[in-house]
């Protein structure tokens, strides 16, 4: 009788830890897709000017010159007015448009993305894992205080644009070179996501030793901490993948090895289906110029500004 109440207790206490756990999965993900809550529009064009800034010439020469670039070089170039970064960081956001429309050939990621926000004043070039090295950061940093900021404030958003995509092409071809007194401003921002990084890090790794439900609360808390370092490595998409998939080691390390127990037996694991990150691919539905991302991500380099 005594050991089939022990038993009953045992896999009371099991099911109330695993409703926990499950209920721990859930909160994390609402936590981390709430950092990517920008409403990212279906891509129909390699200009999608939704701010409506751009005059309807200057659109169709754009289109014309990113086409014949990509041919040439294979290269992806997009350009997106948003007529509101809806209180989201714009970094983030031009994180989130680049991994879901998948600029940049899959095996390449040599994908662009200049991001305008007129309302904010804010701008942002993103740049793909490829092409850092065709387009660095003190590069893009001077596109946008050379040839963008100055025209945007001078009220030129035509002729703005216009001379920031040239430079970017100019930058991947070679033809577009930083001058000696330009900084890399994006310096301090990687130094802040690898500093919170290792906090995460060390955070993450000291919550295996923390017991029962403080221990999940301080796991979550270290891996959103090390978030921001993961999209730096390895961009948006797999960032989130791969913050999953360290939340699961660590509760299966603590279920395992009995850690932040005390002492104890090792416990079981967490069967079933893993989970997919589903398809994001697309097509464009203009079928007068059907244009469509390659599959590629974003690396986090870049520059951002304002006028």
């Known amino acids: 009788m005594?050991?089939?109440?022990?038993?009953?207790?045992?896999?009371?206490?099991?099911?109330?830890?695993?409703?926990?756990?499950?209920?721990?999965?859930?909160?994390?993900f609402s936590t981390i897709t709430g950092l990517v809550s920008y409403p990212v529009p279906k891509l129909e064009r390699r200009v999608m000017d939704h701010a409506g800034i751009l005059s309807d010439a200057t659109r169709t020469q754009l289109e014309s010159n990113l086409k014949q670039f990509e041919t040439e070089t294979s290269n992806q170039i997009a350009v997106y007015t948003t007529p509101s970064l809806h209180d989201e960081v714009i970094e983030d956001v031009a994180i989130q448009i680049f991994d879901e429309w998948k600029l940049g050939q899959k095996s390449k990621n040599n994908g662009i993305l200049l991001l305008i926000a007129p309302n904010e004043r804010k701008m942002r070039i993103e740049v793909g894992r490829g092409l850092e090295g065709a387009l660095t950061d003190i590069q893009a940093k001077q596109i946008i205080r050379n040839e963008l900021?100055?025209?945007?404030?001078?009220?030129?958003?035509?002729?703005?644009?216009?001379?920031?995509?040239?430079?970017?092409?100019?930058?991947?071809?070679?033809?577009?070179?930083?001058?000696e007194d330009d900084v890399d401003t994006t310096g301090g921002d990687a130094s802040e996501e690898v500093t919170s990084g290792v906090v995460g890090g060390l955070a993450t790794f000291g919550s295996l030793f923390v017991a029962g439900f403080g221990g999940i609360v301080v796991t979550i808390i270290g891996?959103?901490?090390?978030?921001?370092?993961?999209?730096?490595?390895?961009?948006g998409t797999f960032a989130l993948i791969l913050a999953i998939v360290i939340f699961f080691l660590v509760i299966f390390l603590k279920r395992v090895f009995g850690?932040?127990?005390?002492?104890?037996?090792?416990?079981?694991?967490?069967?079933?289906?893993g989970w997919s990150s589903g398809s994001d691919s697309w097509s464009s539905s203009d079928s007068s110029d059907s244009w469509s991302g390659g599959g590629g991500d974003s690396g986090g380099g870049g520059s951002s500004g304002d006028w």
């Open 149 to 179: 900021r100055p025209s945007f404030k001078a009220g030129d958003m035509d002729g703005g644009v216009t001379a920031g995509v040239n430079a970017i092409m100019a930058a991947i071809r070679g033809e577009y070179a930083p001058s």
């Open 2 to 28: 005594k050991i089939d109440r022990k038993i009953s207790h045992s896999k009371f206490v099991s099911n109330l830890y695993l409703k926990k756990v499950w209920f721990l999965v859930f909160l994390l």
């Open 223 to 235: 891996i959103l901490f090390l978030y921001p370092l993961l999209v730096l490595a390895f961009g």
């Open 259 to 273: 850690l932040g127990k005390g002492g104890g037996s090792g416990g079981g694991f967490f069967d079933g289906g």
